[in-house]
């Protein structure tokens, strides 16, 4: 293995973009004390973007990790975002930006960001890769990467263009294992014909595996009774996905101290690393994804990469829209702050507003058909 790869402890990242907060701000203390906590419990991966939080993450990850702790007890990972270039001259002065604000002076891995069959094409134009690469030769980045959405041939075809590419982080979850638009199956089949290391971003799809629906809870409930185990619905997707070979890092998007402690109990409960799946699990999670696919809910991971940077010039909130459907949908209620009123007040579009103009599906890394899917909102709660 790569030298700064086996650098990286255990196999569980704190991924930084949805970080506790307090009054419409991140909390700092909150998020200080997570990051002492991961480190003191001997994991050492951070992930971060500049469009998360609105660029206020890599702050965070000065403000809580780079100035408080030594750089060598830490794996930093950021990422080339195409909205923030708009040729191959604004590459290196973004970059620049992204270390003076994580406060380092090199990334361990530095990810072109979000990558499919369009955007790549945009990466090429602008030689995003070639201007990785030139930065990698000078100490600033130890490793170039991709974070990609998009079907598997894509990836091929992208792996074929830049075998220098070292590592592939992808969407992988058992809901996700077989689903026709995401093929995480078939993409992490492609990272392993070109002999990628994988890093697993969405293991609990953005939280819909974590609040189950009634029928899928009791599946797993069952289970558990069954075998005696006491591993939470978090654990059981987290171990799906880390029980895959290659599989370098699972990341999640911990938002407070009690997911963090419940993560870090499941990678190191079995001698310092996590307990793969038995096949009597699997069988159980196989029944949970038909459930859920039985329901037809939304697979919206709420990213909210369609909201940012006025991509929605009529401010529909959608992926609390899509969250509520969904909670409406799959539980019969409604959290008390996401309801249809309360996420349409304050100059927020209805999604009966929607003026079609398709900016939000340009940018989807699902590929949901956003249109088509606000007016089944619409239908429901207007
Ligand atoms: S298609 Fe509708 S929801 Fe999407 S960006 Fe345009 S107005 Fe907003
Ligand atoms: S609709 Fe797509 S882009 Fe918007 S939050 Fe959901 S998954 Fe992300």
Redesign the pocket.
């Known amino acids: 293995m790569n030298r700064d790869f086996a650098e990286i402890r255990k196999h569980l990242g704190f991924g930084m973009m949805r970080l506790p907060m307090k009054d419409g701000a991140i909390d700092n203390d909150a998020v200080c004390a997570m990051v002492d906590r991961f480190l003191e419990r001997g994991f050492n991966y951070f992930d971060t973007a500049h469009g998360y939080h609105d660029g206020k993450s890599e702050i965070a990850v000065r403000e809580c990790l780079t100035s408080r702790h030594d750089r060598s007890e830490y794996i930093l990972t950021d990422k080339l975002t195409d909205e923030y270039f708009a040729s191959e001259e604004d590459i290196r002065p973004l970059f620049e930006s992204q270390l003076e604000a994580c406060g380092v002076d090199y990334f361990d891995f530095y990810l072109m960001h979000a990558q499919n069959a369009k955007n790549f094409e945009y990466f090429k134009k602008c030689r995003a890769y070639e201007t990785a690469f030139e930065l990698k030769k000078e100490g600033k980045v130890r490793h170039v990467g991709l974070s990609f959405h998009d079907k598997a041939e894509v990836l091929d075809m992208m792996l074929n263009e830049y075998p220098e590419i070292e590592i592939v982080q992808i969407q992988f979850n058992y809901l996700d294992y077989e689903d026709l638009n995401v093929e995480s199956r078939k993409v992490y089949e492609v990272c392993r014909k070109h002999g990628k290391p994988v890093l697993v971003m969405e293991p609990v799809k953005?939280g819909n595996l974590v609040n189950l629906p009634d029928e899928a809870q009791k599946a797993l409930d069952d289970l558990r009774e069954e075998t005696g185990s006491d591993c939470s619905n978090a654990g059981y997707a987290l171990r799906f996905a880390a029980g895959f070979d290659g599989m370098e890092m699972i990341l999640s998007g911990m938002s407070d101290m009690d997911q963090m402690e419940d993560n870090l109990n499941i990678f190191t409960e079995c001698d310092g690393d996590f307990r793969p799946l038995e096949e009597r699990e699997h069988e159980a999670l196989r029944k949970v994804a038909d459930i859920f696919g039985s329901m037809g809910s939304?697979?919206?991971?709420?990213?909210?990469?369609?909201?940012e940077e006025n991509h929605c010039p009529m401010e529909i909130s959608?992926?609390s829209m899509?969250r509520s459907f969904n909670s409406d949908l799959l539980f019969g209620k409604l959290d008390p702050w996401m309801t249809y009123e309360a996420i349409t007040s304050e100059g927020h579009g209805k999604a009966s507003d929607c003026i079609k103009c398709g900016m939000?599906e340009n940018?989807?890394?699902?590929h949901?058909e956003?249109r088509d899917l606000l007016e089944k909102v619409a239908d429901r709660f207007e």
Do not use: A, D, K
């Not at 939304?298 to 369609?306: D, E």
């Not at 940018?363 to 699902?366: K, L, M, S, W, Y």
């Open positions: 953005g939304i697979p919206c991971t709420g990213c909210s990469y369609c909201v959608i992926p899509f939000c940018v989807c890394p699902q949901l956003i």
